[in-house]
């Protein structure tokens, strides 16, 4: 397990589409909600009614409300496309004949695959948050006070968990063999996700759960119901690793 940590962590972090989604999730999330928040001062009332949460609590709460909103969405693609890259790539790459010949078992080789994403997803969550509390300060929102201490908290881990919620696109990326498979798949829950949360049904579905509790402030969904990203994961994880085993080149 540990060469294969190493050999997939070294991939991982040299890969040019890991870099630049890393880059563009973190800068693009904080630039968009403090160009948001600038945009509040403005002098038309119509663009400023728009503006949400900034409004309406306004200040950090607010700011880090609009931040679970787009981080619900953007946060979900960013992780689904690194997730179907990293589980793809073998196939569009050709490398996938030679994993029948390394003592490394496949399962092995995936399971590292998904310890090195989750530890990424956890790394990327530590830096939005710096980079919003950064953001924010530079957009004159003053000194973070202690009661925005728990919209921090639920913004980290609203990020987390939605690294956890993207696993699905493992399995499908290596189902089709194709980066596209797990996109496609990433897309779908995101849709459904929201088909859910128009529905009034979103707290009981783990794929929704996690950003309606960050942007509701703690109160449209409860521990139990974020705890259903739980068996997510551990599906995601058994059917991957299940594939993985199975592979075979005549396919």
Known sequence: MTTALVT????????TVVRATTIIMVLGIALICSSMLLAVGTADPQLAAKLGPLIDPGGWVG??????????AA??????????????????????????AIPVSRPTIATAKLAVYLGWGVVTSAALVLTLIVFGLVGGLG?????????????????????????????????GRSVL???????????????TVIAGTGAWFPFAAPALWAISNGTEATIVQLALVLPVLALSTGLTLHAWHRLQLDR
């Open 75 to 100: 946060g979900l693609l960013a992780y689904g496309v690194v997730l179907s890259w990293l589980f793809s790539r073998e196939f569009a790459e050709g490398t996938i004949t030679g994993l029948f």
């Open 143 to 175: 000194p973070v006070p202690v009661d925005v201490v728990p919209a921090i908290a639920r913004q980290f881990v609203l990020t987390v968990l939605t690294a956890v919620i993207a696993t699905p696109a493992a399995w499908a990326a290596t189902a």
């Open 181 to 195: 498979a797990g996109i496609g798949t990433t897309i779908g829950i995101l849709v459904l996700s929201q088909v």
């Open 8 to 15: 997939e962590f070294t991939k991982f972090v040299r890969a």
């Open 63 to 72: 700011y880090f409300t609009l931040a679970a909103q787009v981080t619900g």
